[in-house]
């Protein structure tokens, strides 16, 4: 990005923040991924060339470090990078106060990754949960898995190898206001929207998931 030129602090900050895809790179760093190929299954079509860009820059303006172990490098957020995710995160509040996505832009797959990101695997009832999401009214991958573990979570296009605790069947909009903490797992079932096979245990474990977004319980405009 071309500096705006002013000593402005508005300028300055968004000479950092405001180009393409740097935001969503924040967020993706602010809900814990480290390494490059983390950053990037959770933002699809971002171009790798583009992401190795803007971790450059963003550790030149001392946003990010960048820290290396042998062959592993890992990006994490400075004090400096913690206080501009909180505009990340006012700006997604805004978002969800605001703003309807569109349709086309209803990702089951980013959804259920973002869920992933945001459990903490310490909280689960048992050392691993395995959920199939079967997407109706959709076309391409209508079946996920997400895999929540004591080792760490994951979204699996493929059956991940291990039995199935329950299945949720949903449309993407349900499953979108669900993860989003707009639609309440309950209301969802009430509704037909969303139905749970599995014991009760996972429904309230889903129930759970579906309070953990920040944007939960925000009004909209």
Same mark, same amino acid.
Do not use: K, Q
């Given at each position: 990005m071309r500096s705006y030129g002013q000593y402005c602090p508005v300028a300055l900050g968004a000479e950092v923040f405001a180009e393409r895809w740097t935001p969503i790179i924040l967020r993706n760093l602010h809900l814990g991924c480290e390494r490059f190929a983390e950053i990037l299954e959770g933002a699809p079509g971002l171009p790798r060339s583009v992401l190795a860009a803007r971790l450059r820059t963003l550790c030149q303006a001392g946003v990010v470090r960048q820290t290396a172990s042998g062959r592993r490098t890992r990006y994490v957020l400075t004090d400096c990078g913690l206080e501009l995710a909180e505009v990340c995160t006012a700006l997604g509040a805004w978002g969800a106060r605001w703003l309807e996505a569109r349709p086309e832009d209803q990702d089951p797959y980013l959804a259920?990754?973002?869920?992933?990101?945001? $459990?903490?695997?310490?909280?689960?009832?048992?050392?691993?949960?395995?959920?199939?999401?079967?997407?109706?009214?959709?076309?391409?991958?209508?079946?996920?898995?997400?895999?929540?573990?004591?080792?760490?979570?994951?979204?699996? $296009?493929?059956?991940?190898?291990?039995?199935?605790?329950?299945?949720?069947?949903?449309?993407?909009?349900?499953?979108?206001?669900?993860?989003?903490?707009?639609?309440?797992?309950?209301a969802a079932q009430r509704t037909g929207r969303m139905t749970v096979t599995g014991p009760r245990w996972l429904e309230r474990e889903l129930a759970r998931w579906g309070r953990l977004s920040p944007y939960a319980g925000i009004e909209t405009g």
């Open positions: 259920l990754w973002t869920v992933s990101r945001m $459990v903490d695997p310490g909280s689960l009832p048992r050392d691993r949960v395995v959920v199939r999401f079967d997407l109706t009214g959709v076309r391409g991958p209508h079946r996920y898995w997400l895999v929540a573990g004591r080792t760490g979570n994951e979204v699996c $296009v493929e059956p991940p190898g291990y039995p199935e605790d329950g299945v949720v069947t949903s449309d993407p909009a349900a499953l979108i206001g669900w993860y989003a903490g707009r639609l309440p797992l309950g």
